[in-house]
């Protein structure tokens, strides 16, 4: 009995750590950076990098969304929208959410390591990077940016891991992600609008108001879609590419098409649940087109 109890407890406060740290949203950094190896390495590359570039990729975002609650905590139980999460409601207690953190950046540095010297080194820049992100709406507007700067370390950390040195591709990889994920956190913000003007928080949507954000997050998208395109010359893809680029263009149309602040289902729908489906539509035919096409 004592064993089933202490199993039904472990799976509980696994289930919440999980939720903490929207652990399904992996999906958003994880298909950029396989796309990245995969062209660093000029096919798949080997197991070991697999294993310990995903350890690491899934180390540094954990620490850093459970860093993020620990930071908003305050904000996050004043505002309905997101007074329901574990913190507010004492689901998990402060001090557990700091050792989830610890843990979960050494588990990033330690496979950081076991990947090459370049990664060890810049493994605690990549930390204060993506930590220093849940302070930047306290100060400017460009945090949706910032945070996009901070998601798009995973390809280009991805490429560094397979090949130890710094190259083109992988910037523009990670410009993309920057443009896109800052694209879709405008238009996720643009639920709190009051609410950050209330509380001095700093955001696109409350500073340029609904419809110019709006306007600003399909500017970036784009971007994001040219930039896709450059890619497709830059590296001679093939046409298998050019079809998930033009499917993931047709579902971010649609994302800019369904905004409604007032509607959560919507928005989460938008700003989520569709990026989620771009991410793997672009992942899908990148890796297709590479090696039934390109190699």
Same mark, same amino acid.
């Given at each position: 009995?004592?064993?089933k109890?202490?199993?039904?407890?472990?799976?509980?406060?696994?289930?919440?750590?999980?939720?903490?740290?929207?652990?399904?949203?992996?999906?958003?950094?994880?298909?950029?950076?396989?796309?990245?190896?995969?062209?660093?390495?000029?096919?798949?590359p080997?197991?070991?990098?697999?294993?310990?570039g995903?350890i690491?990729?899934?180390?540094?975002?954990?620490?850093?969304?459970?860093?993020?609650?620990?930071?908003?905590?305050?904000?996050?139980?004043?505002?309905?929208?997101?007074?329901?999460?574990?913190?507010?409601?004492?689901?998990?207690?402060?001090?557990?959410?700091?050792?989830?953190?610890?843990?979960?950046?050494?588990?990033?540095?330690?496979?950081?390591?076991?990947?090459?010297?370049?990664?060890?080194?810049?493994?605690?820049?990549?930390?204060?990077?993506?930590?220093?992100?849940s302070?930047?709406?306290?100060?400017?507007?460009?945090?949706? $940016?910032? +945070?996009? #700067?901070?998601?798009?370390?995973?390809?280009? %950390?991805?490429?560094?891991? @397979?090949?130890?040195? &710094? !190259?083109?591709?992988?910037?523009?990889?990670?410009?993309?992600?920057?443009?896109?994920?800052?694209?879709?956190?405008?238009?996720?913000?643009?639920?709190?609008?009051?609410?950050?003007?209330?509380?001095?928080?700093?955001?696109?949507?409350?500073?340029?108001?609904?419809?110019?954000?709006?306007?600003?997050?399909?500017?970036?998208?784009?971007?994001?879609? $040219?930039? +896709?395109? #450059?890619?497709?010359?830059?590296?001679?893809? %093939?046409?298998?590419y050019? @079809?998930?680029?033009? &499917? !993931?263009s047709?579902?971010?149309?649609l994302?800019?098409?369904?905004?409604?602040?007032?509607?959560?289902?919507?928005?989460?729908?938008?700003?989520?649940?569709?990026?989620?489906?771009?991410?793997?539509?672009?992942?899908?035919?990148?890796?297709?087109?590479?090696?039934?096409?390109?190699?």
């Amino acid at each position: 009995m004592s064993m089933k109890m202490t199993y039904k407890t472990v799976a509980k406060k696994t289930r919440m750590f999980s939720q903490l740290v929207m652990f399904s949203h992996t999906l958003f950094s994880l298909p950029f950076a396989i796309i990245s190896m995969v062209w660093a390495a000029g096919g798949w590359p080997s197991w070991h990098m697999m294993i310990w570039g995903l350890i690491a990729l899934v180390g540094a975002r954990n620490g850093a969304n459970a860093f993020n609650r620990l930071v908003d905590q305050t904000f996050d139980g004043k505002n309905p929208r997101t007074a329901h999460r574990h913190l507010p409601q004492r689901l998990l207690q402060s001090k557990e959410v700091v050792i989830f953190v610890i843990v979960n950046y050494a588990i990033f540095i330690v496979a950081a390591g076991m990947l090459n010297t370049l990664c060890l080194v810049l493994s605690p820049v990549a930390i204060v990077l993506v930590s220093t992100y849940s302070y930047a709406k306290r100060f400017t507007w460009l945090a949706h $940016l910032y +945070l996009g #700067f901070t998601i798009a370390s995973a390809p280009i %950390g991805a490429w560094f891991a @397979v090949t130890g040195h &710094i !190259a083109f591709t992988p910037f523009v990889i990670g410009t993309v992600v920057m443009l896109w994920i800052a694209g879709f956190d405008i238009i996720y913000g643009t639920q709190d609008i009051e609410f950050d003007r209330k509380e001095g928080l700093w955001s696109i949507p409350s500073y340029f108001g609904l419809q110019n954000a709006l306007w600003i997050a399909r500017g970036l998208h784009f971007i994001m879609v $040219l930039l +896709l395109l #450059f890619l497709y010359f830059y590296r001679d893809l %093939g046409w298998l590419y050019l @079809v998930g680029i033009g &499917i !993931a263009s047709l579902l971010l149309l649609l994302e800019h098409n369904i905004i409604k602040p007032s509607n959560r289902r919507l928005m989460h729908l938008a700003s989520y649940n569709l990026n989620q489906v771009i991410s793997m539509t672009i992942l899908f035919f990148t890796v297709f087109d590479y090696f039934l096409l390109v190699r």
